[in-house]
């Protein structure tokens, strides 16, 4: 069973608007969360995260946003450029994070001109 | 700063033989994690070792699978014998102390069984 879960395969959005990915988790034991970007052929790098005693965390054009309640953060990035075409993975952990952390499977942004 | 080091960056091998992948995880880091990745099932984790110690190999899905970490700077991920559906990239990845939610990834082992 998914613990994280990105029910969006992909997304298109135009260029200069605002994209917005998003996440669930069943998990009530995660109390941190992550974003990674990952382009081809290329490994997943760390964009952005949020600690579950927050509920929005800014970072540039990068916001992630989380509702314990509902169990669901969003990553909105505006104005969204070219080089955000990728594919993004939502990463939670609990503890610490020593046990590593469980990701969803990926949404692939497509930014088109 | 070096980057988690991963090698072969590709590797196409027969069904039956043995496959060997590399890591040399970020210096001073103190966990390492092996992930592989793919369409179906996007990243899971395999193993990981909290100094240089296999903490759970839960996510290995069968005993052809095996990691070791003889040391702080290395660790394999082997494959015997590898059939084609261990066709996948293989994520190393470490963190250290202080940053233990952050993980660091490698570029990757892509690995085509045929």
């Known amino acids: 069973d998914q613990q994280v879960k990105q029910n969006s395969p992909s997304l298109s959005v135009q260029e200069g608007r605002i994209s917005?990915?998003?996440?669930?988790?069943?998990?009530?034991?995660f109390d941190y969360f992550l974003w990674y970007k990952k382009y081809p052929a290329e490994g997943p790098t760390f964009l952005i995260s949020i600690s579950s005693i927050k509920d929005k965390n800014e970072d540039g054009r990068f916001t992630v946003f989380l509702n314990k309640s509902a169990k669901h953060l969003s990553l909105h990035i505006v104005p969204s450029q070219p080089g955000d075409s990728a594919v993004y993975?939502?990463?939670?952990?609990?503890?610490?994070?020593?046990?590593?952390?469980?990701f969803g499977k990926g949404t692939h942004l497509i930014i088109q001109p | 700063d070096a980057g988690v080091i991963q090698s072969p960056r590709h590797e196409v091998t027969e069904m039956g033989q043995e496959v060997t992948l590399r890591c040399k995880p970020i210096s001073g880091h103190n966990s390492l994690f092996w992930y592989r990745q793919t369409m179906m099932r996007g990243l899971e984790l395999l193993i990981y070792f909290?100094?240089?110690?296999?903490?759970?190999d839960s996510g290995m899905p069968e005993d052809r699978f095996s990691a070791k970490m003889p040391n702080a700077s290395f660790s394999t991920l082997k494959i015997q014998p590898s059939e084609p559906r261990d066709s996948a990239v293989y994520f190393c990845?470490?963190?250290g102390t202080g940053n233990g939610n952050t993980i660091y990834f490698g570029e990757g082992s892509w690995l085509t069984v045929v």
């Open chain 1, 20 to 29: 917005i990915l998003n996440c669930d988790y069943t998990n009530s034991m």
């Open chain 1, 89 to 102: 993975f939502c990463a939670a952990s609990w503890g610490g994070g020593a046990d590593g952390l469980t």
């Open chain 2, 50 to 56: 909290n100094n240089n110690v296999p903490i759970d």
């Open chain 2, 93 to 95: 990845a470490s963190s």
